[in-house]
């Protein structure tokens, strides 16, 4: 537990989220760490959507690579970022409090997604929104938009399309909450699995680390993360699925976990929209399912994200997922 190293992506938003947990490991625990910045294939490739070239695994291979070699004892997450599945020998052991976790609609010109024109032109990158904004405005144009939050504000700024849609967490992390116009409610656009929440993740078998990074885990956001997680690991984890899963905690104490699922014929259709021509799609309905109750532990939180995937299942949605997995 001294001079720990974190490894973390270099992007402005992964720094900061870097930095963070390296202040919050010197005010809690008293621990020195620095920070080894690295590059991943997620970061490199902008110009095709994840589902395409290898999922959500792109943006921790490096980082994970570190850990293993010893150059780094630490890796920082956005948690929504995580493949479902970690590799052998690795272990989420930490998850803490959470940002705001909802959808932030970004215009220079407009000021909510309902003042968007017929057929104007929205960037994302990410099905789940594609599929949540559709079911909102079938009428809209949807574009990929890749790389990091500088990059795509940018550009929105060049003119490249009517607005954007972002989670507001990395925003407002790097001081840019400016820039939000309205934020999704949860029942309109429900957040992915881990959106708004940084993961901490290790190598097993470190007991010192384990048990220093575990007293930084925030109680609810924990349990709320792993019962979204299991929504989408039951499902098949994959990005070409439209997947959204949020739970959050109530007044009373109880946990309520939402979630939808889209069909995911918009993942083509994403891709052909690439020249900022794609078709409009006609995809069916969104499937959705929610459940509320107690959750004990993790073990609790794990059993209620299954049982609303099989209600989502059972729904139709076997018919929905994608033919093949990342």
């Keep these: ?45 902008v110009d095709r959507t994840l589902s395409k070239v290898g999922g959500k695994g792109l943006f921790v291979k490096e980082l994970e690579t570190a850990l293993e070699s010893g150059a780094a004892h630490l890796a920082v997450h956005s948690l929504k970022d995580v493949p479902m599945e970690l590799p052998d020998g690795f272990e989420l052991v930490a998850v803490l409090d959470r940002e705001d976790a909802r959808d932030a609609f970004v215009s220079n010109r407009f000021a909510s997604l ?3 024109p017929e057929g104007a032109l929205v960037g994302t990158s990410s099905l789940r929104r594609v599929a949540q904004l559709l079911a909102l405005r079938p009428d809209l144009r949807v574009a990929p938009l ?59 078998g470190n007991a010192a680390l384990h048990d ?15 019962a979204e997680r299991a929504v989408a690991r039951a499902l098949g984890g994959s990005c070409s699925m439209p997947l959204a899963a949020f739970a959050t905690r109530g007044g009373d104490g109880r946990f309520t976990l939402q979630a939808a699922l889209g069909d995911a014929a918009v993942g083509a259709a994403l891709e052909v929209a690439i020249g900022h021509e794609g078709p409009r799609v006609a995809a069916r309905p969104l499937l959705k399912a929610s459940e509320t109750g107690a959750l004990a532990d993790v073990a609790a939180a794990e059993a209620m994200g299954r049982r609303v995937a099989a209600a989502l299942l059972a729904a139709g949605g076997q018919s929905y997922l994608p033919t093949t997995a990342n």
């Design 114 to 116: 309902a003042e968007l």
């Design 212 to 226: 220093g990074l575990a007293s930084l885990i925030d109680a609810d956001t924990w349990l709320a993360v792993h």
């Design 146 to 204: 890749r790389g990091n939050l500088d990059t795509r504000l940018r550009k929105l700024d060049e003119g490249g399309y009517d607005a954007i849609v972002l989670a507001a967490a990395g925003l407002m992390r790097l001081g840019l909450g400016e820039r939000i116009r309205a934020r999704f409610a949860v029942d309109e656009m429900i957040p992915a699995a881990g959106q708004g929440a940084l993961g901490l993740e290790i190598r097993s």
């Design 1 to 45: 537990m001294n001079n720990i190293v974190i490894a973390t992506r270099e992007s402005r938003l992964a720094l900061w989220q870097a930095e963070h947990v390296q202040a919050l490991l010197g005010r809690r625990l008293g621990v020195a760490a620095s920070l080894l910045g690295m590059t991943t294939r997620g970061d490199q490739i």
